[in-house]
C-alpha cells in the first residue's frame, strides 16, 4: 500500500480544516483520531465528508503511523496542556530517529522548548506550528508560524507552504520563525494583539451604541473596512451587528461575559516577566476577567446614582482617527514584545517578516499590518518610523477627544485609555520616575543612578528623617 506523506493527529474543528486544506491541494495523507467516548465514529465521519481517496483513516496509532512514509511528518492536533506529551509519549514506540512531530495547538512557548529539547534526545525533531484563521483559515489558508530547527522546518516547509494563506505577492504566510517555541511564542503575541483589538471593537461598539442603532453602527464598520483601516476584525464586528436570530439582534441575546482560553493572560504574563509594557492588550485581558463579574456589575449598577442626564455625541472623524491610533499602539506594544523575546532569547527573529506572515489568513489580518511590514523592512521599531510618529503626533487631538466623550458618557474605554498614556509615557522625555527612585533609596536603600554619572555607578542618600 503507498505510504502517506503526512499524518495528522487529532480531528477536532481545527485538525480536520487542515486534513480537508491538505486534500484540496493534493497531499496524500493518514489521519488518526482516537475512538472513546464522544469521538467513536469521527474518523469514519471524516473519510465521509472528505470523500478522497488520497486520505486513510486510522484508530490504531500504529497503524496510523507505519502508514506514513518516512521520516514521517506528523501534525497533533489536540488541545494544548499535558494531552500533548501524553500523546507524544504514545507515539514514541512507532516513530524512528529524523522523524518530525507538529503541534500545531496553542502551546505554551516553554513547553513547546522543552519538548524541542526532549525529543531531540530520541532523535526527533519537534516544531511547535502557531496557527491562526480559525475553522475558516485552517480550511482555505492559514497563517503559519513555525518554531524548532529550522533543518526540520526546511523539511516540512513544501507542504506548510501550501497549504498557507497567500500574501498579495502570492507568497505564502508561513515561513521559519525561530529556535525553540519561537513559533508558538509570536503566536501567543499573535492572540495578545488579537484580545487588543477585539476590545477596541467593543470599546467603540460601547461609545456608539449611546447614538446609533446596531445597523447604522454596521453601516460605519462597513465603510470604515472599505479604506486603509481595513480588517478580518473590523469585518466580521461589521456582520456580528446585525446578525438576527429570528427577529431578535443576536447581540441582544449573548450573555455579556468574556471567556478565555488563556493565551492573551500568557502573552501578558511574559510581557511582565520580560519588562515589556504591552498595555493595551493587557487591559484587554483585564476587561474580559471584569466583564465575568456580572452578578456584581448588576448589584453595584443598581446601587450607584449617575445616570447621564444628556448624552454627548461623538465625533465620528475623530472616533475613526483614535481608533487607527490604538490599534497602532496595541501593534506596536506587542512587536515590542517580540523583539525583547528575540534580543532575550537569542532567536533572531525577524519583524517585518512576521508582520508578512501575520498579512493574510490570520485572525489580526490588516491593511495597516501589510504596510507595516514593509515599514519594518527598512527600520526595526515602528516608533523608528518618522510616517508612523507623525501619524500617531497628528492623531493626539482625535484620541483625547473620544477619551473626553467617554468620561462624559460614562462609558468604560480602558484600551484606549491605555494607548493614548502609552504614547503619553513614550513621548515624555522627563518622566517622575525620579520620585519612585528617591522613594526606594529612602526606606530601602535601594540606590538611584544620577544624572550625568556613569551608569554602571549608584548612589545611596543619607535621607533627613522629618516624620
Ligand atoms: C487564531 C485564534 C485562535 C483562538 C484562540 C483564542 O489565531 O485563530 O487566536 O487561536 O481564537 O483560541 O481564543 P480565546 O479568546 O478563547 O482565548
Redesign the pocket.
Known amino acids: 500500500m503507498k505510504k502517506s506523506s503526512f499524518g495528522i493527529l487529532g480531528l477536532g474543528v481545527m485538525g480536520k480544516s487542515l486534513a480537508l486544506n491538505m486534500l484540496n491541494n493534493h497531499i496524500p495523507i493518514s489521519v488518526y483520531n482516537r475512538e472513546t467516548g464522544e469521538e467513536v465514529g469521527v474518523v469514519a465521519d471524516f473519510l465521509k465528508t472528505a470523500n478522497n481517496t488520497s486520505v486513510k483513516g486510522f484508530t490504531d496509532l500504529g497503524e496510523f503511523v507505519n502508514s506514513i512514509e518516512t521520516p514521517r511528518q506528523i501534525l497533533i492536533m489536540v488541545k494544548a496542556g499535558k494531552v500533548i506529551d501524553r500523546v507524544i509519549n504514545g507515539l514514541l514506540p512507532y516513530l524512528e530517529e529524523n522523524d518530525i512531530i507538529i503541534d500545531g495547538g ?1 502551546s505554551h512557548y516553554e513547553d513547546t522548548a522543552k519538548r524541542v529539547a526532549y525529543l531531540s534526545e530520541h532523535k526527533i525533531n519537534f516544531i511547535g506550528l502557531g ?4 475553522e475558516e ?1 485552517a480550511l482555505k489558508g ?2 503559519l508560524m513555525p518554531g524548532g530547527s529550522k533543518e526540520s522546518y526546511q523539511k516540512i516547509a513544501a507542504t506548510l507552504e501550501k497549504i498557507a494563506a497567500k500574501d498579495d505577492d502570492g507568497k505564502p504566510c508561513c515561513n521559519y520563525i525561530g529556535p525553540a517555541g519561537a513559533g508558538h511564542f509570536v ?1 501567543m503575541v ?2 495578545g494583539i ?2 487588543g483589538d477585539m476590545q477596541l471593537l467593543a470599546e467603540l461598539y460601547a461609545l456608539l451604541l449611546l447614538t446609533k442603532t446596531y445597523e447604522e453602527i454596521s453601516k460605519l464598520f462597513f465603510e470604515w473596512n472599505e479604506g486603509e483601516l481595513a480588517s478580518y476584525l473590523l469585518e466580521i464586528t461589521a456582520k456580528i451587528l446585525v446578525e438576527k436570530e429570528g427577529n431578535e439582534n443576536l447581540l441582544n441575546l449573548i450573555l455579556d461575559k468574556a ?6 493572560s500568557w502573552s501578558s504574563t511574559v510581557a511582565l516577566k520580560l519588562g515589556v509594557p504591552t498595555t493595551v492588550k493587557t487591559t484587554a485581558v483585564y476587561a474580559r476577567y471584569t466583564s465575568s463579574f456580572k452578578n456584581e456589575r448588576v448589584v453595584l449598577a443598581k446601587k450607584i446614582d449617575r445616570k447621564i442626564k444628556s448624552i454627548e455625541p461623538i465625533d465620528l472623524v475623530a472616533l475613526k482617527e483614535a481608533y487607527d491610533f490604538a490599534r497602532t499602539i496595541n501593534l506596536q506594544q506587542g512587536l515590542q514584545l517580540i523583539k525583547t523575546a528575540s534580543d532575550t532569547y537569542n532567536w533572531g527573529l525577524d519583524l517585518a517578516e512576521i508582520c508578512r506572515i501575520w498579512s493574510n489568513g ?3 489580518k490588516s491593511k495597516k499590518i501589510v504596510a507595516y511590514s514593509k515599514v519594518l523592512q527598512q527600520v526595526d521599531s515602528l516608533f523608528e518610523a518618522k510616517q508612523v510618529v507623525s501619524g500617531l503626533n497628528k492623531q493626539e487631538t482625535a484620541i483625547t477627544k473620544i477619551l473626553q466623550n467617554g468620561l462624559a458618557n460614562r462609558v468604560n474605554v480602558p484600551c484606549f485609555y491605555e494607548a493614548y498614556n502609552y504614547w503619553i509615557a513614550m513621548t515624555t522625555a522627563q518622566s517622575s520616575a525620579n520620585l519612585i527612585q528617591a522613594q526606594r533609596d529612602f526606606f530601602g536603600a535601594h540606590r538611584f543612578q544620577k544624572i550625568g554619572a556613569k551608569e554602571e555607578e549608584s548612589f545611596h542618600h543619607n535621607w533627613s528623617e522629618l516624620c
Open positions: 496553542n496557527v491562526s484563521g480559525g483559515g492559514p497563517s503566536k499573535h492572540n488579537e484580545y471567556g478565555n482560553k488563556g493565551t492573551g490570520c485572525i489580526i
